[in-house]
């Protein structure tokens, strides 16, 4: 899998069936002297992974690769055994054939970015059984337009990266084929059976099932390969509401089953997401990484990372999972070369580990994560673009907006102590959740915006990506006290890459943006007391439902934005254009 990618190196993940030497070949046939890497596998928990960086590649280049596996050399051996080459596979099947080699795209030399992102994808089968249950797959049909072009049309341009906003595993409500094969391991008698979940995720082991479920249909398989990814953790990932209040926590807490899904679930993200965030100086610097790769063991490896997982949702301080990654002319530290800024810098933020849970404090970033965000969003040299990603999204419809921030004042006790557990049942039956469920930390984060604008030299845009609401839409705000900036904030969302609403909840979500459904979301949150946040902002385009993908286009100081969705009609299934504007 290719993840991280700039001007001069790239960043491979791999899992493999078994020890060995991973060595990757990029550049051959293009270069006069391919540039190789290689290392050797790690192991925990029976699985067996490698991460490497390619450095020293060619700015502003197309470069096929090829990646070679060995055989760990046996002790007294003359010569270590012959490489075999896996990808491009030797004889893949006839569907993944099909797709042009892999390659990587170090940074272009103009400063354009295509930026992909979404959220929200369940693994079932592509069958027709599949596809009638949760519609067709968004990643699987981008692939499709990436790599074959349709009659009528030129092929799709590729994002130079892809960001997938949470929810690309659902643990919770895994496909048919899961929970049969969970049924069948959990016959064993040395498995732990827990009923209450019986049908759910809970160990490392289960999880790199659903990993492999995730990312192993060819057209997806070669999109992860081609295209790097960033991503974020979102509840699904461990399970629907996941720190949604301190009562949450105090309730899992008490099941005899959860540490187990907090440490496959953590585990399984350091080792499939988190580690490929990590530019390759953050990687040399990754802790955890160096102590796995020097244990003598795998036992003690998955001892290290078991600890790791467990420490980092009791004590959320221990670990990171936010992180930022740069494009263009600013470096990774801040700074640019030629100390003038530019360029684009993207902020990915957890909002669910680093949580502060306390019914009198709550805040959905912690006083060390939101110190911290707040730094990198105001980086020394000034970006042309500052893009701030959350899985979700911080700007929902106003009357949601105002029901979250009531829910809240609710629970808190302001319409009286024995509405308090109504309020907290009210919260987790409809995933009372978002920014504006943490209302403190929603205005601290639009003060901090109108401080980014009124910024000497501020950005283009300021862009709020996000997903996890199962519907994409698009708003813009305005920031009170910001007079005469050229920064234009938006909130861009779009869910779900496959996963789409109930008809009913459609309904809800379109009766929600209706003036009557507003004033009453608007009055119910003034009665409880709830200050208005310091921004106004509206819907501008959507809600749509369809699965599908949206683009960010920045070039320059401008930013453009395409939407695509998922069509189904008689000649078959392909991703066509919804929606196309000019953001600045």
């Known amino acids: 899998m290719l993840r991280h990618v700039d001007a001069t190196s790239a960043t491979l993940w791999f899992e493999t069936s078994g020890p060995c030497t991973v060595c990757v070949e990029v550049g051959g046939g293009v270069l006069d002297a391919p540039v190789t890497a290689s290392g050797s596998t790690w192991g925990v928990h029976g699985h067996h992974y490698a991460i490497l960086v390619v450095r020293g590649l060619p700015e502003a280049s197309e470069l096929p690769y090829t990646v070679h596996l060995a055989e760990p050399v046996a002790p007294g051996a003359a010569h270590p055994p012959a490489a075999r080459r896996v990808w491009p596979p030797v004889s893949p099947d006839a569907e993944l054939a099909a797709f042009p080699p892999s390659a990587v795209r ?223 002319r600013t470096a990774t530290d801040g700074t640019a070369d030629d100390g003038t800024g530019g360029g684009v810098r993207l902020v990915a933020v957890d909002c669910r580990c680093s949580r502060r849970l306390d019914p009198g404090n709550r805040a959905i970033l912690d006083d060390a994560e939101w110190a911290w965000v707040q730094e990198r969003a105001q980086p020394e040299a000034p970006v042309d673009h500052l893009l701030l990603a959350s899985t979700l999204p911080a700007l929902m419809v106003p009357a949601f907006s105002d029901v979250e921030a009531w829910n809240e004042a609710v629970v808190r006790g302001r319409w009286g102590r024995w509405l308090r557990g109504p309020g907290e049942a009210l919260r987790q039956a409809i995933d009372l959740e978002h920014w504006a469920a943490f209302g403190t930390s929603l205005h601290d984060l639009l003060r901090l915006l109108a401080r980014v604008a009124s910024a000497s030299r501020p950005p283009a845009t300021v862009l709020l990506l996000s997903g996890d609401v199962h519907c994409s839409y698009t708003a813009r705000a305005q920031l009170d006290g910001v007079v005469g900036s050229p920064t234009a904030v938006h909130q861009l969302v779009m869910s779900p890459f496959r996963n789409p609403l109930k008809p009913a909840l459609r309904v809800a979500n379109r009766l929600a943006d209706v003036r009557p459904v507003r004033a009453l979301a608007a009055l119910l949150a003034r009665s409880a007391g709830v200050a208005r946040p310091p921004a106004s902002w509206e819907v501008e385009e959507g809600p749509w439902f369809d699965n599908g993908v949206m683009t960010v286009v920045l070039e320059g100081r401008s930013a453009r934005l395409e939407v695509d969705h998922v069509r189904v009609d008689a000649s078959g299934r392909t991703l066509r254009r919804t929606h196309h504007r000019t953001l600045v």
């Open 106 to 328: 170090t940074a272009r030399s103009d400063g354009r970015l295509r930026l992909a992102f979404g959220s929200c994808r369940r693994s079932e089968p592509l069958d027709a059984a599949g596809v009638a249950a949760v519609g067709p797959d968004a990643l699987v049909e981008l692939a499709h337009r990436m790599a074959f072009p349709p009659s009528d049309g030129p092929a799709l341009e590729p994002p130079d990266v892809l960001l997938m906003l949470g929810d690309q595993l659902y643990a919770d409500e895994p496909s048919e084929p899961i929970r049969e094969r969970l049924e069948t391991a959990r016959r064993d008698p040395d498995v732990a059976d827990h009923p209450e979940v019986a049908e759910e995720i809970c160990t490392f082991e289960e999880y790199t099932w659903l990993y492999t479920e995730s990312w192993s249909a060819p057209p997806v398989r070669w999109l992860l390969s081609t295209v790097p990814t960033c991503m974020l953790l979102d509840d699904h990932d461990l399970r629907d509401d996941w720190n949604t209040s301190q009562a949450w926590r105090e309730e899992m807490r008490r099941k005899p089953w959860f540490d187990d899904r907090v440490r496959g679930a953590l585990g399984s993200y350091w080792v499939y997401q988190h580690l490929g965030n990590l530019s390759p100086a953050e990687l040399d610097r990754e802790q955890l990484l160096a102590a796995i790769t020097a244990a003598e063991d795998d036992d003690a490896r998955s001892a290290l990372l078991d600890d790791y997982a467990e420490r980092a949702d009791a004590e959320p301080d221990t670990a990171r999972w936010s992180y930022v990654r740069d494009f263009g």
